[in-house]
């Protein structure tokens, strides 16, 4: 019960943070926060380490 607990708990922040960094740098924030829900930690990273759409000619 405690496991599941946790997972879930990391998917929501996973979902919160992704979509408040893809919102930021100009990306499609409804995408990321559900790649964070189906990926967690793991796209958090992938999307701190993009760019901003801003700076792609």
Same mark, same amino acid.
């Given at each position: @019960?405690?496991? +599941?607990? !946790?997972?879930?708990? +990391? #998917? /929501?922040?996973?979902? /919160?943070?992704?979509? @408040? /960094? #893809? %919102?930021? %740098? =100009?990306?499609? *924030?409804?995408?990321? =926060?559900?790649? =964070? #829900? !189906?990926? =967690? *930690? !793991? #796209? ?5 380490? @993009?760019?901003? %759409?801003?700076?792609? *000619?």
């Amino acid at each position: @019960m405690i496991f +599941i607990t !946790l997972v879930l708990l +990391i #998917a /929501v922040i996973s979902v /919160v943070i992704c979509h @408040m /960094v #893809a %919102k930021r %740098k =100009g990306r499609g *924030p409804i995408f990321w =926060g559900v790649m =964070g #829900a !189906l990926f =967690g *930690p !793991l #796209a958090i990273l992938v999307i701190l380490l @993009m760019g901003s %759409k801003e700076e792609q *000619p």
